[in-house]
T-cell receptor, first 111, second 113 residues
């Protein structure tokens, strides 16, 4: 059974810092790894999806990487801004099985 | 293109009451999902559907029912509300399982007293 872990649960950084959020998964036979952002009291917004054949995806200041052999994905945020403050969740799926979510990392970017 | 919409946004129920949470998507997605999110517990899948007329249980289906009569709609039914069902409920959809980028609705915050 796939399990997804995100450490740390919370992270606080000063504005302008580059940062990395970590996601680990137990079953390397994944099809997709997806990163989401959730603002307080809101739904989830899809940020990036990495298919199993890919090693990374980029969108603006965000870069997500996938290493299936080590069971890890990272979300890199460059030049962080206070508007990046949110909870970031990763989720993995193994084809015909539903997404399995981590519990998220709550990011605070301090001005 | 509204994406995934959910109604209501908030609801308070008494123990034993029933209600239906509505979910509609206008992206012609085949797959639809219902999750619940409890504080500190992440998202747990309740039910999902791979197309009209087809539904399947997720991780926490007890106390809930679903139907999928059309591609667009995927309502979630609570028959006998219990305090343990106090949660935030999210509906999501995706085009297929092979490219499973999921799009979420804004959520329904349900309190059972």
């Amino acid at each position: 059974k796939q399990e997804v872990t995100q450490i740390p649960a919370a992270l606080s950084v000063p504005e302008g810092e580059n940062l990395v959020l970590n996601c680990s998964f137990t079953d390397s036979a994944i099809y997709n790894l997806q990163w989401f952002r959730q603002d307080p009291g809101k739904g989830l917004t899809s940020l990036l999806l990495i298919q199993s054949s890919q090693r990374e995806q980029t969108s603006g200041r965000l870069n997500a990487s996938l290493d299936k052999s080590s069971g890890r994905s990272t979300l890199y945020i460059a030049a962080s801004q206070p508007g990046d403050s949110a909870t970031y969740l990763c989720a993995a799926d193994s084809g015909n099985t539903p997404l399995v979510f981590g519990k998220g990392t709550r990011l605070s970017v301090i001005a | 293109n509204a994406g995934v919409t959910q109604t209501p946004k908030f609801r308070i129920l008494k123990i034993g009451q029933s209600m239906t949470l509505q979910c509609t998507q206008d992206m012609n997605h085949n797959y639809m999902y219902w999750y619940r999110q409890d504080p500190g517990m992440g998202l747990k899948l309740i039910y999902y559907s791979v197309g009209a007329g087809i539904t399947d249980k997720g991780e926490v289906p007890n106390g809930y029912n679903v139907s999928r009569s059309t591609t667009e709609d995927f309502p979630l039914r609570l028959e006998l509300a219990a305090p343990s069902q106090t949660s935030v409920y999210f509906c999501a959809s995706s085009y297929s399982s092979s490219y499973n980028e999921q799009f979420f609705g804004p959520g329904t915050r349900l309190t059972v007293l």
